[in-house]
């Protein structure tokens, strides 16, 4: 296994654009997590998978961005109308239960 | 206030230096976690603990679940150390992170 992947790993768009970010977690783990990271800060929780559930949406994750995991394997991040503001590391993360998590190497999204 | 700080935000360090990462929390957790990332964005997970003291290496980290501290030491620091050092807390689900510490040492 190769570890956490995410596509693309650069992403540009114009404000208004739709963009959608994939990410495969290691294939045992029944965890998977969504952060965002800005400029000089710690990352952020967005949401999270159990399986196919999802079990936790943080307030940060506005009704512009939606999240799937239909199968209990990989997970598409989705951001309608993009802003200047969505500009940052969209970061994933695997794990087996309350385990250790494993990142992804991140998808970097600039809006212009 | 953040429900996780670290302390220093920035630190430079001589190589062969014994450094200290301070990090802070108040919210009820299940396990702390020491994470380092690179330029490019890539984490990886350095230690979860829960209590006591954890080494790697020439890394080291304790927790006080009393006090609600945790402390990363780095003996012999390298230039390769060099990174952004993030504690993070977790109670049985997402994580919540620390602002980082980053680290420059140089040779």
């Known amino acids: 296994d190769t570890g956490v992947s995410q596509d693309p790993r650069h992403k540009i768009t114009k404000r208004g654009q739709n963009v959608t970010f994939r990410c495969d977690p290691i294939s045992e783990h029944n965890r998977l997590y969504w952060y965002r990271q800005t400029l000089g800060q710690g990352p952020e929780f967005l949401t999270y998978?159990?399986?196919?559930?999802?079990?936790?949406k943080s307030r940060l994750l506005s009704d512009r961005f939606s999240a799937e995991r239909p199968k209990g394997s990989f997970s598409t991040l989705e951001i309608q109308r993009t802003e200047q503001g969505d500009s940052a590391m969209y970061l994933c993360?695997?794990?087996?239960?309350?385990?250790?998590?494993?990142f992804g190497p991140g998808t970097r999204l600039t809006v212009l | 206030k953040n429900e996780v700080e670290q302390s220093p935000q920035n630190l430079t360090a001589q190589e062969g230096e014994f450094i200290t990462i301070n990090c802070s929390y108040s919210v009820g957790i299940s396990a702390l976690h020491w994470l380092q990332q690179h330029p490019g964005g890539g984490i990886v997970s350095l230690f979860m603990?829960?209590?006591g003291k954890k080494k790697h290496g020439r890394l080291i980290a304790t927790i006080n679940i009393q006090e609600k501290h945790s402390s990363l030491h780095i003996t012999a620091s390298h230039p390769r150390d060099s990174a952004v050092y993030i504690c993070a807390v977790s109670n049985t689900d997402k994580l919540i992170f620390g602002t980082g510490t980053r680290l420059q040492v140089f040779p």
């Open positions: 998978f159990q399986n196919e559930a999802q079990l936790e």
């Open positions: 603990l829960s209590s």
């Open positions: 993360a695997s794990s087996f239960g309350i385990n250790e998590q494993f």
